[in-house]
Each structure stands twice: as structure tokens, then as C-alpha cells.
């Protein structure tokens, strides 16, 4: 297996607890923890470091953990414009920020999970026998 190729995969997850993180106790930490939507960033973030968790206990079976991350990153970026909150306030634009950060994170996780398994796989062992190569 070439060196780095599962680097993108660590980076993804490393990113995603972090944004995780982030989105759980913004609300707390900046002081709009009585806007209804901080409840709803909260778990969201929670949500994001569970799948992040499940990613790299199943990762090696299946990616769908890291396909619902991305589906929380869309949901956490769309729910202010959804709601016509952006630009409004501070709590609006953290959530589009990082729910693009992580549609981001997780995006770079996929691929480089789907790289990984590419690459894993080994050489084709019938299909380019007697074929000539131009490497």
C-alpha cells in the first residue's frame, strides 16, 4: 500500500470530531444557548461525533457512517437559510460555516476511504495478463 494514502481518511475524521466538537458547545460558549436552534446544533454535533466514532470502529466494512455525516453537514448548513436566519446573527453564519466544513471534512473522508479500498485490492490477477504495460 503506497504511503499517505490513508492520511485523508485520518485528516476527515480528525476534522469531523473537531467541527463535532465545535458545533456541541458553541451555542454555550458564545451565549445564544436560549435561540431555538441551539438545541438543535447541539445534538447535531453530538450526532457528528458519534458517526465519526462509528466510522472508524466500521470503517473497514462500510462508509455509510461518513455518508450520514455528510447528509449532517448539509442539514447543519441548511437549516439557517432554511429558516431565512443567515446573516442575521452570529449563531446563523456558525452554523452555515461549519456545516460547509464539515460537508467538507466528510467529502475528503469518502474519498480517501474509497482510495484506500482501491488501492487495497491488490493487481488484477487475469484481467491485464499478457497485456503490455507502458508504465
Partial sequence: MRRGIGEGL???RMLLVLFGVWLTISPWMFGYADNLSAVQVTITGALVVLTTGASVLFGPVTALPLWFALVLGVWTMATPIMFGQFGRSFSANNEIVVGLLILL??????GSRARMRLYAGGPDPQGAAGQT???
Fill in 105 to 110: 471534512a466528510s467529502a475528503v473522508a469518502i
Fill in 10 to 12: 485520518e485528516l476527515g
Fill in 133 to 135: 504495460s507502458l508504465w
